[in-house]
T-cell receptor
Framework: AQTVTQSQPEMSVQEAETVTLSCTYDTSESDYYLFWYKQPPSRQMILVIRQEAYKQQNATENRFSVNFQKAAKSFSLKISDSQLGDAAMYFCAYRRGNAGGTSYGKLTFGQGTILTVHP | GAGVSQTPSNKVTEKGKYVELRCDPISGHTALYWYRQSLGQGPEFLIYFQGTGAADDSGLPNDRFFAVRPEGSVSTLKIQRTERGDSAVYLC???????????FGSGTRLTVV
């Protein structure tokens, strides 16, 4: 079974600074996808960024980028120029590839990291 | 609809009662997922529908939990003989079927007293 571990229960950052959230995962599969989701107090999960395991290039979405280390099974999220609106719970998630049978669509989440942004 | 709608937003019930939680996915999304999120934890998979059928129900914790999606759109998660340990946020998500882009609802917070 796949597992996702976020070892930082809480992180804080000053507005306009950079912060990195850590995530490691365990899988025996070679085809999979990784995600970072943001969950504000409204509870709705919002996709921040995703990475396909077969792509060597790290994904980037505006101020958000990842450091994907496939051999080390590490998938960290870097938030640059942090804004007050970035404050939320962040979850790392794993999804097996499309060849994984009928359950390929389900996500396995980490425990989450609470990010606080100080003005 | 424009997004995934979950009702009710909050539900308080007494131990031993039966509850139903509803999820209305994005129109045309064939895949629908239910997750349970305990306080301070990440969501845990419960069940996945592809169309009307449950493609994977391996996450349902016991036979008190059951979910249906009779017409391939709206889904209902049903919990019998609720226990205090069932208290959590129940999240629903839908996707176009490829399992690649998910849209989540805002969840139902269930409190069993």
């Amino acid at each position: 079974a796949q597992t996702v571990t976020q070892s930082q229960p809480e992180m804080s950052v000053q507005e306009a600074e950079t912060v990195t959230l850590s995530c490691t995962y365990d899988t025996s599969e070679s085809d999979y996808y990784l995600f970072w989701y943001k969950q504000p107090p409204s509870r709705q999960m919002i996709l921040v960024i995703r990475q396909e395991a077969y792509k060597q290039q790290n994904a980037t979405e505006n101020r958000f980028s990842v450091n994907f280390q496939k051999a080390a099974k590490s998938f960290s999220l870097k938030i640059s120029d942090s804004q007050l609106g970035d404050a939320a719970m962040y979850f790392c998630a794993y999804r097996r590839g499309n060849a994984g049978g009928t359950s390929y669509g389900k996500l396995t989440f980490g425990q989450g990291t609470i990010l606080t942004v100080h003005p | 609809g424009a997004g995934v709608s979950q009702t009710p937003s909050n539900k308080v019930t007494e131990k031993g009662k039966y509850v139903e939680l509803r999820c209305d996915p994005i129109s045309g999304h064939t895949a629908l997922y239910w997750y349970r999120q305990s306080l301070g934890q990440g969501p845990e998979f419960l069940i996945y529908f592809q169309g009307t059928g449950a493609a994977d129900d391996s996450g349902l914790p016991n036979d008190r939990f059951f979910a249906v999606r009779p017409e391939g759109s709206v889904s209902t998660l049903k919990i019998q003989r609720t226990e205090r340990g069932d208290s959590a946020v129940y999240l629903c998500a839908s996707s176009s079927g490829h399992g690649y882009g998910y849209t989540f609802g805002s969840g139902t917070r269930l409190t069993v007293v």
